[in-house]
């Protein structure tokens, strides 16, 4: 019998079917994989249309796992406040966006016009040189580590592809996500994978106190590679 699968995926990049080994394994599971990409069209990014959209994903079928992966943790319990029976799996993320001030600034910053256009500058920069600065912030965002070319790659394609009223709604709504009382209520059991050194989102012991059906593992990762092939004997587990 076919199952359902929702990923909600991080910031700025969607997750996608080719060679990802997340989509694969859950298909190997026969699940039916729903992953829509949250940061494209001119709809206005609020609760109703990104439920709207996350229902027009999933074809009104009520998913089995939903996964939340950063900021798709933090839309994850909002979302999913209505499926008690589906597992919910936090991946590098927390009940809030608790950041260091030093973070919070360049994200403030975004929302301006002066730092929307110092963004898009930045990002017409040559890809060699540009992933080459990117990665060596990238230990200073989200902690120790290098992080995959392929993948920085991509974070710089779709971030060119975002609009500047996208960013700015965006972050206003990850601002104001405070899933404290909404993390108490869920009864869904819960797998929250967070890493030790993950400098943008290490909040899972915060999170899991808040989870009253929930396994908690952590390890010595960062924020970008906190999930990897090998944890997928997790996910045999806990599913």
Known sequence: MTKTALIL??????VEASDNFLIEYL??????VACPYLLSGDWD???ENITKQVNQELNNKIPNVVIGISMGGLFLPNIAKN???????????GPNLNLPNAIMLPINLAQTDIGYFLIKL????????LVRIYGLLDRWIEGPGEHDSTDLQSNIYFMRKISKKRIKEVINILKTIDNVDILKKLKNPALVINGSSDVLMGHGGTLTSLLPNCKYIENQRSHFNVFIKDDLKYLDEFL
């Open 9 to 14: 995926h991080g910031f700025p990049q969607p």
């Open 27 to 32: 298909q190997s599971r026969n699940f039916e």
């Open 45 to 47: 990014f609020d609760w």
């Open 83 to 93: 499926w008690p029976q589906a597992k919910l799996i936090f991946l590098a993320s």
């Open 122 to 129: 930045s990002l017409k920069i040559p890809n060699k040189i």
